[in-house]
């Protein structure tokens, strides 16, 4: 079906949009300080799908109150917007995104707009709706490089990785696409490291691992996966980590490296069962293979 390129460009035979979510480091943001934004961030990446979409949907009428920073309601949000899409409502995200890009542009939150913007793009790119989802990035982006509105390299960072994904999977040209998506990649990279986001240089390094195997760059692609790795490790994102461990099995067949591709395998299946993760049979066919 029309599935098949995409997953297929990756090398990995993994659909990126089945990369475990991230909470674009709100929880530790937010820790302290708002509360409810740092719990539905941890909810989002523990795959607790139905307890962000309670929790968000009860807290976002008082976070868009005046006891809270503007961009609060943003924050929340998009993580429920991201929740939604994963539960298999993406029409809900996508009119919730909407709604509040709306709002914050009425008020002239620029960075409440671009976060809404950026969620557009991550609900609209794996329904294969590239041409909206690449203007929505590119348009977050350039928002949140703007300094007169407080520049936010963590956050243009993650816009430049979801711009990655659009240009591997959706550009017409692969050779291209991959080529667009390895400089998006470095430059988020580039971000991560100098703002100290950790789980956004796994991110970067997971983006740029998967441009350089649509490349046919083996050796490349497992060094930037092995580093990618290591960051998922760092911060505890188990998910995250088993994901990659996941892809490069598949990297490691296409590099004739079969007992390493095995024990990453088992490594994928182990974290997945401990993290009671619906991807635990992929790590099992992996196995098999």
């Known amino acids: ?85 994963r539960s298999g409502k993406p029409d809900q995200a996508y009119k919730l995104a909407e709604e509040e890009r709306d709002a914050c542009r009425r008020a002239g939150n620029k960075q409440g707009e671009a976060r809404m913007l950026l969620t557009i793009a991550d609900i609209r790119w794996p329904l294969e709706d ?29 816009a430049l990785i979801a711009a990655a ?3 591997l999977v959706g550009d017409e040209d692969i050779e291209s696409g991959a080529a667009l998506a390895m400089a998006s990649a470095r430059k988020a990279l580039e971000l991560c490291q100098r703002c100290g986001y950790r789980q ?23 060094a930037s996966a092995d580093a990618a790795l290591d960051a998922f490790l760092e911060v505890k994102h188990r998910r995250a980590a088993a994901f990659e461990w996941l892809c490069m099995s598949s990297w490691y067949i296409e590099n004739k490296q079969p007992d390493k591709a095995l024990s990453a395998a088992e490594e994928a299946l182990e974290t997945f069962q401990q993290v009671r993760s619906p991807l635990e049979n992929d790590a099992l066919m992996a196995i098999f293979q």
């Open 1 to 85: 079906g029309p599935r098949a390129p995409r997953r297929g460009r990756c090398g990995c035979g993994m659909d990126p949009a089945r990369f475990p979510p991230s909470g674009d480091g709100l929880a530790l943001e937010h820790s302290g300080r708002t509360q409810v934004i740092a719990d539905l961030a941890r909810k989002l990446e523990e795959e607790d799908y139905d307890g962000v979409i309670a929790s968000g949907t009860n807290a976002l009428p008082s976070l868009r109150g005046a006891d809270f920073p503007a961009i609060a309601a943003a924050d929340a949000a998009r993580l429920l917007a991201k929740a939604l899409a």
């Open 130 to 158: 590239f041409e909206q989802a690449l203007q929505a990035a590119e348009s977050s982006q350039a928002l949140f490089r703007d300094q007169a509105s407080g520049g936010q390299p963590k956050m243009e960072a993650i």
């Open 165 to 167: 994904w659009i240009h």
């Open 200 to 222: 956004g240089e796994g991110e970067a390094l997971h983006a740029l691992a998967s441009a350089q195997s649509a490349c046919n760059m083996p050796e490349e692609c497992l």
